[in-house]
């Protein structure tokens, strides 16, 4: 299958500061990215999707300025955290789809966040 | 997730054959896809279904009934490294994924 390639996969920060996770499709072309939160024990959250060239979309409850997705190219997707709080601890994760998503989902590996 | 269910937890037995059930909310479905996820990993893909009908890939199969709002996970002979989350998610114009059932394979 094809293939995400997500880092860091793991960080931890300092509250107050932003980290960024990028997430690459290696061989193909992701024209739709999805990024998505999990909790301990609880399933994907969705929090927004982008399509290359443009703004992401988010889900309710999900603030923008805060979690930046910027889909620049069709193999580069990335959510930057800002101003990170220790309820953002989480695992983030991104999956990617071409053909405007109408086929398989592929998974990067996660990245998991520690706020202190 | 959004009107999608599963049930919460699943127990059973090495060599045995499960059943997980999905039901989802039917208006703009696209799709249905399964996939597996061990604990602190990422999901792996399992099944997408689009038509009706039963899929069948080795131990794995997955059925849909598009009217019914209505898909399964059959697994068979069941195997130790089955336990894990099996995740069902619906596609729209978006991958929406329910809760998951955690799936508990028992010696």
């Known amino acids: 299958g094809a293939v995400v390639s997500q880092h860091p996969s793991w960080v931890i920060c300092k509250s107050g500061t932003s980290v960024k996770i990028e997430c690459r499709s290696l061989d193909f072309q992701a024209t739709t990215m999805f990024w998505y939160r999990q909790f301990p024990k609880q399933s994907l959250m969705l929090m927004a999707t982008s399509n290359e060239g443009s703004k992401a979309t988010y889900e309710q409850g999900v603030e923008k300025d805060k979690f930046l997705i910027n889909h620049a190219s069709l193999t580069l997707s990335t959510l930057t955290v800002t101003s990170a709080h220790p309820e953002d601890s989480s695992f983030y994760i991104c999956?990617?789809?071409?053909?405007?998503?109408?086929?398989?989902?592929?998974f990067g590996e996660g990245s998991r966040l520690t706020v202190l | 997730g959004q009107n999608i269910d599963q049930p919460t937890e699943m127990t059973a037995t090495e060599g045995a054959i499960v059943q997980i059930n999905c039901t989802y909310q039917t208006s703009g479905f696209n799709g249905l896809f399964w996939y597996q996820q061990h604990a602190g990993e990422a999901p792996t893909f399992l099944s997408y279904n689009v038509l009706d009908g039963l899929e069948e890939k080795g131990r794995f199969s997955s059925f849909l009934s598009r009217s019914k709002g209505y898909s399964y996970l059959l697994l068979k002979e069941l195997q130790m490294k089955d336990s894990a989350s099996y995740l069902c998610a619906r596609r729209d114009d978006k991958i929406i994924f329910g809760k998951g059932t955690r799936l508990h394979i028992l010696p």
């Open positions: 999956s990617g789809g071409s053909s405007g998503g109408a086929g398989e989902l592929f």
